[in-house]
């Protein structure tokens, strides 16, 4: 792993580096957080902190640091947006979305890139935990934006990431 390639990244395994993660915060020191499949998924505390399964292949943690590093450098990329409520947009493009999308949507982009729990989503449709309900949305959401070069990508047992990448193709 090249956690060198930018340097002001620090790269920590969470939870047992939780001092240091505390200590980095108070600093403004940028954090990727490496988390244990079976550990508790960190709230994050601020813009500098990221986070991604200590399970990731040596190129997803890359990507996740240069991505986090281009976040904080203001890199200009273009984020998707929510218009006139019910139109998604991203790169000269759009999609009408249906209200259950949109309510999706809107919580999926205040994380772009970043997961969100099933059970928050779940709960935003109404659907019961564990139910095929929140499935069957996130299927009919991946069709709808996929034109658009979004996807919704699952994070196994953790919950879902809006993001214009899929995780099982690298970029480049």
Not at 53 to 72: F, G, Q
Not at 91 to 104: N, Y
Request: glycine residues 6%.
């Amino acid at each position: 792993m090249r956690a060198s390639a930018v340097p002001a990244v620090a790269v920590l395994h969470w939870p047992s580096e939780a001092s240091l993660r505390a200590h980095l915060q108070r600093l403004g020191r940028p954090r990727l957080l490496l988390i244990e499949p079976t550990g508790p998924v960190p709230s994050l505390v601020d813009r500098y902190e990221d986070w991604v399964l200590a399970t990731a292949d040596d190129h997803e943690v890359e990507l996740r640091i240069d991505a986090l590093a281009r976040r904080l450098a203001g890199a200009p990329d273009e984020l998707p947006t929510l218009e006139d409520g019910d139109l998604l947009r991203f790169e000269g493009g759009w999609v009408a979305l249906s209200p259950t999308e949109t309510k999706v949507v809107r919580v999926l982009l205040d994380r772009f890139d970043r997961c969100v729990t099933r059970a928050t989503l779940e709960a935003l449709v109404g659907a019961a935990p564990g139910s095929s309900s929140l499935n069957s949305v996130v299927k009919r959401l991946r069709t709808r934006i996929s034109p658009l070069g979004l996807t919704v990508n699952n994070v196994h047992g953790r919950g879902y990431v809006l993001s214009n990448r899929s995780f099982d193709r690298p970029l480049g």
